[in-house]
């Protein structure tokens, strides 16, 4: 905080300047980089250059960010950790091409996460963690495509079932919470689907095609259960006479 409780005056983002940080990526998307840059206000002269596909302003001092955002249509990738944001604005709902969104390290509480999240049918990643969330939002579990979510380092005291068994969810990263038990965890989600009840019959009550299909995969499993049991051989080398003997004899021929 600067001398007498004024904010620090942040770097003036023109047209010019954000033009010279659009990059491209490797898969040839265009990328608008002004992270690390100072940056106290959203600069709305960024919003001219809503064509590009990506959108870092980390590492700033923002506070707030506009409802104007939603403007970025095409945006696929928006990058605002790391500032002093408290809440997202409710268009963010609009920005349905987005498949990536980290607002970690910020000022976030529970209350500043719209409900309007839940129209983010296309994302697949998102991280909250080191913020002050209380509560995780239940709408999020509506966002089927979610393979990544990041909790951590929060106010949280449960996890609602509705995230933790999001159908392609690969990892929840929860550590460093005030839960009541040890639950804290980075969790890798088993995506394999296992039977619910398994049902014993004999085999006079199986149909043919059934019986044929039970003796195949026995068979299989009694040829890997016999290879596991027979004792490698070793190798013989009868022409051998002494180890390295025949590179011996041809070592001046190669020199």
Not at 208 to 213: D, E, M, N, T, V
Not at 226 to 243: D, G, H, K, Q
């Amino acid at each position: 905080m600067a001398k007498g409780g004024k904010r620090p005056k942040g770097k003036k983002i023109t047209l010019s300047v954000a033009k010279n940080c659009i990059k491209i990526t490797f898969d040839g998307k265009k990328r608008l980089d002004l992270s690390k840059m100072g940056i106290t206000t959203f600069p709305k002269c960024i919003l001219r250059l809503s064509d590009v596909d990506e959108l870092n302003l980390s590492r700033n001092m923002i506070r707030k960010i506009p409802d104007s955002i939603s403007k970025f249509q095409n945006l696929r990738w928006l990058d605002l950790h790391s500032n002093y944001i408290d809440k997202l604005p409710k268009s963010i709902g609009q920005m349905t091409s987005l498949i990536y969104l980290n607002v970690s390290n910020n000022r976030l509480t529970t209350d500043g996460l719209p409900v309007e999240l839940n129209q983010l049918k296309n994302i697949r990643s998102v991280n909250f963690g080191l913020n002050h969330l209380d509560r995780v939002p239940t709408t999020l579990g509506a966002l089927k495509e979610l393979q990544e979510v990041g909790l951590h380092d929060n106010l949280l005291s449960t996890i609602p079932n509705s995230i933790s068994k999001l159908p392609k969810l690969k990892k929840l990263n929860t550590k460093r919470n005030p839960f009541p038990k040890a639950e804290e965890s980075d969790t890798f989600v088993d995506s394999i689907k296992r039977p619910d009840n398994l049902h014993l019959v004999e085999e006079k009550d199986l149909c043919g095609p059934c019986l044929r299909k039970c003796q195949q995969a026995q068979d299989k499993l009694n040829k890997i259960r016999s290879m596991a049991t027979v004792e490698p051989r070793r190798a013989i080398f009868s022409s051998l006479v002494s180890p390295n003997s025949t590179a011996k004899e041809s070592q001046e021929e190669w020199r």
